[in-house]
Structures are given as structure tokens and as C-alpha cells.
């Protein structure tokens, strides 16, 4: 059974940096075509896409916030960590991590499953 | 970046009934379309991908169809389950990776 579970502080302040870990189960990083995402959601609005890393290392980010944003593993405590520097109350939202798997080595493209997700509020 | 474009952004529905949601691309995403179900304090959760395959679990009752850049999700006998908000995402092979607004199901 493949579990995710994200971690991290509920509330920061403004201009603080964010540290988010998902710990995962079920799957390995180091497998071919597996890959671990970062998605947040805002209260009451829309999806919205962070990041990714790949089981090769390679590394994905939103267009809009990719210089704010890091994400790296630790493949042998299956653990992927997201930092977003320079947080703003626009930033409060439930973040998840969420898996992109594999179908005979090539990267599925959906997300499933998705942690429970965690809120974070930046509020001075 | 592909812009998702969901509609209705609700849709009333009595139990029982035939819900038809609708995701539009900008631009085509040939069949690299999933569909959510998110529920009040949950995650989402996957229901359809390529465009039209159920996911592991899912009612035969929910059924995907479209491809380029029309897309349809369809429930064809509304469940008290089933009431939830809904959200289309593309997956071509570069990000970002963008999801629709979502449409909210509710009971009529």
C-alpha cells in the first residue's frame, strides 16, 4: 500500500522560509519512473502545481515560483523536502505531496495518491 | 502554460440523476487528462486518467471521455457519496502541470 504523509510548521511568518517533508511508503525513489510531487490549494480555491523530482534527480518547478522554491530527497529514509523562501499570507494553503508513478518505466503524468495534506498559514 | 477551464462551477443535481462536468484545454493535451474527486477536508483523490481509464476502485458509474481539448466526466446515477468538487489536470510531458478550477457537485 503506497502512503504519503507531509510534515511540517502550521504557521510561519512573513519572509520566513517554509521546510515541508513527505515521508513515504509503499514505493522507492529509487525506482525507474518514480517521482514525487509538491501541490498546494489555497482555502476554497483551485489546485495549483509546486514541484516535482524525479527517481533520476531531475527537478521540476512552477514557472511562477521557481525562485522560491527547492525540492530534494532523501532516497534511503524516503523522505522528498520542499523549502519556499520569502513566505507571504498569499502563500497560506494545504500543502500535499502527491506520487507520479510508472507504467513499464514511463512516467504516468497523474497524481495518486496524495498525502492527507497540511495546512500552513504565514501570519505575523 | 495550458490553461484548464471547468464548467459549471456548480452544478445542482438531484440523487439519482446524470451529472455531465466539462474541462476545456487551451491547447491540446491529446489524451493526458485526469480527473478528481475531492471531498470536504480530504485530499483529492484519482478517478479517471488518460483521459477516459478508471482508476483502481472506481465505480463503473463514473466514466471519462474527450480527447485534444474537450473533455467529459460523467456520473450517471448520482450517489449521496458523489457530491463533492471536481478537478480536471493536464499531464503532457512538460510542466507546469495545471489543473482546473474545479466544479462543485451539489444536491438539488
Known amino acids: 500500500q503506497v502512503t504519503l504523509r507531509e510534515s511540517g510548521p502550521a504557521l510561519v511568518k512573513p519572509t520566513q522560509t517554509l521546510t515541508l517533508t513527505c515521508s513515504f511508503s509503499?514505493?522507492?525513489?529509487?525506482?525507474?519512473?518514480?517521482?514525487v510531487n509538491w501541490i498546494r490549494q489555497p482555502p476554497g480555491k483551485a489546485l495549483e502545481w509546486l514541484a516535482r523530482?524525479?527517481?533520476?534527480?531531475?527537478?521540476y518547478y512552477s514557472t511562477s515560483l521557481e525562485t522560491r522554491l527547492t525540492i530534494s530527497k532523501d532516497t534511503s529514509n524516503n523522505q522528498v523536502v520542499l523549502t519556499m523562501t520569502n513566505m507571504d499570507p498569499v502563500d497560506t494553503a494545504t500543502y500535499y505531496c502527491?506520487?507520479?508513478?510508472?507504467?513499464?518505466?514511463?512516467?504516468?503524468?497523474?497524481?495518486?495518491?496524495w498525502g492527507q495534506g497540511i495546512l500552513v498559514t504565514v501570519s505575523s | 502554460e495550458i490553461v484548464m477551464t471547468q464548467s459549471p462551477a456548480t452544478l445542482s443535481v438531484s440523487p439519482g440523476e446524470r451529472a455531465t462536468l466539462s474541462c476545456r484545454a487551451s491547447?491540446?493535451?491529446?489524451?493526458?487528462l485526469a480527473w478528481y474527486q475531492q471531498k470536504p477536508g480530504q485530499a483529492p483523490r484519482l478517478l479517471i486518467y488518460?483521459?477516459?481509464t478508471r482508476a483502481t476502485g472506481i465505480p463503473a458509474r463514473f466514466s471519462g471521455s474527450g480527447s485534444a481539448t474537450e473533455f467529459t466526466l460523467t456520473i450517471s446515477s448520482l450517489q449521496s457519496e458523489d457530491f463533492a468538487v471536481y478537478f480536471c489536470?493536464?499531464?503532457?510531458?512538460?510542466?507546469?502541470?495545471?489543473f482546473g478550477q474545479g466544479t462543485k457537485v451539489e444536491i438539488k
Open positions: 491547447q491540446s493535451v491529446s489524451s493526458n
Open positions: 489536470q493536464h499531464y503532457i510531458k512538460w510542466p507546469p502541470w495545471t
Open positions: 488518460d483521459a477516459s
Open positions: 502527491a506520487r507520479t508513478g510508472t507504467i513499464s518505466g514511463v512516467v504516468t503524468g497523474w497524481f495518486d495518491p
Open positions: 509503499g514505493f522507492s525513489l529509487n525506482t525507474s519512473g518514480m517521482c
Open positions: 523530482i524525479d527517481w533520476d534527480d531531475d527537478k
